[in-house]
């Protein structure tokens, strides 16, 4: 995975190699289709700028979180997708086989490197409560001791992942946008993003989170709109 962004060679095709990977349609709700979409690899290295990571995980082609800031809506364009609004809208499940999973992080793992879920989609996007990719990814690091993970979200649904992760050296990382008293700039910013998951709410959720799994864990408050965010008693 690079930082570098490429565009397919014609709008509406999808780039060589990624046609035949799209697969049938699974379900649809809420006006969301999702499809499979058969993955060479479900980690990827990591080769961009320096992070606090070298691999990363994402269960998910697209993101029903809907974030308006969000950087990976162009990356429907390889599946032949320039409607932004695709990236919200035509959700790609990804094959998640436990034993090649369980392979891919041990190689990560021997590269002394942390692994990353959900570093361009959200891992516990209303599709995980479905499809549960998310959660076999996390089944499967169990088997491998020493696993450095990181979760970036911000549904409240992580936590029921919980006890599982206990196993694991996982961090959850949260992101939230502050609320005001009439106009929540959650809900502007990130739309689709479960209602109830207010940042007050996320961060109890994340306490409690630390008390059932006893891992580290850390919340994110991004991103920063000056002025709109700038004053901590909007924040929460």
């Known amino acids: 995975m690079t930082t570098r962004r490429w565009t397919p060679i014609k709008p509406g095709v999808a780039a060589p190699g990624m046609a035949e990977r799209l697969g049938v349609t699974v379900d649809e709700r809420r006006g ?33 979180m809907a974030c308006r800031y969000c950087f990976a809506r162009y990356t429907h364009e390889f599946l032949g997708l320039n409607d932004r609004a695709a990236f919200e809208r035509r959700i790609y499940v990804k094959d998640a086989d436990r034993d090649r999973l369980v392979a891919e992080l041990r190689r990560a793992q021997r590269s002394g490197q942390s692994v990353a879920i959900g570093t361009a989609t959200d891992p516990y996007q209303p599709a995980e409560g479905r499809f549960e990719v998310t959660r076999r990814v996390l089944e499967a690091a169990r088997m491998v001791p020493g696993l450095a993970l990181s979760i970036t979200t911000k549904s409240t649904l992580v936590s029921r992942d919980a006890a599982l992760r206990r196993a694991s050296a996982a961090s959850a990382f949260w992101m939230a946008a502050r609320r005001r008293s009439s106009i929540s700039i959650s809900r502007l910013a ?27 864990r850390s919340f994110a408050v991004m991103p920063r709109a000056s002025g709109a965010s700038s004053k901590r008693r909007r924040l929460l």
């Open 32 to 64: 969301v289709e999702y499809h499979r979409l058969r993955s060479k690899d479900l980690l990827n290295k990591f080769n961009g700028r320096p992070m606090p990571f070298g691999w990363t995980v994402n269960p998910y082609r697209g993101c029903e």
């Open 190 to 216: 990130s739309p689709g993003s479960p209602r109830r998951a207010s940042p007050r709410s996320k961060a109890s959720g994340l306490s409690r989170i630390h008390l059932i799994s006893c891992m580290p």
